[in-house]
């Protein structure tokens, strides 16, 4: 079982900045570097969507184009910590951000039907 568990959720004015942190732990099956990591969101009243993915075993890195340019993720492998660094933020980033870890290839974790493990969330508000 795959326990995932968010920080750095809170509130800023547009163009501001936050961090986001997932800390990963519990047994994974193949090891960590098998999985997909990622973030998604979802705001109220809409879908839950992807906003990037890494392959933990290559550092490979994968963004919604709503975001390329203006998110950021990375990873410390070996603390199974997985980062989502958000600048530029638009009062539309405003969602609950979780965190996602897949054992499918990164190139399909692309909804959440795809997703095995989910962090419990963390909220993101932009103002105007």
């Known amino acids: 079982q795959v326990q995932l568990v968010e920080s750095g959720g809170g509130s800023v004015q547009a163009g501001g900045s936050l961090r986001l942190s997932c800390a990963a732990s519990?047994?994974?099956?193949?090891?960590?570097?098998?999985?997909?990591m990622g973030w998604f969101r979802q705001a109220p009243g809409k879908e839950r969507e992807g906003v990037a993915r890494?392959?933990?075993?290559?550092?490979?890195?994968y963004y919604a184009d709503s975001v390329k340019g203006r998110f950021t993720i990375s990873q410390d492998y070996v603390k199974k910590m997985v980062y989502l660094q958000m600048n530029s933020l638009k009062p539309e980033d405003t969602a609950m951000y979780y965190c996602?870890?897949?054992?499918?290839?990164?190139?399909?974790?692309?909804?959440?039907?795809?997703?095995?493990?989910w962090g419990q969330g963390t909220q993101v508000t932009v103002s105007s």
């Open positions: 890494i392959v933990t075993a290559e550092n490979r890195l």
């Open positions: 996602a870890a897949s054992r499918s290839d990164c190139t399909v974790v692309t909804s959440p039907a795809s997703v095995g493990y």
């Open positions: 519990g047994i994974f099956v193949s090891g960590y570097r098998s999985y997909c």
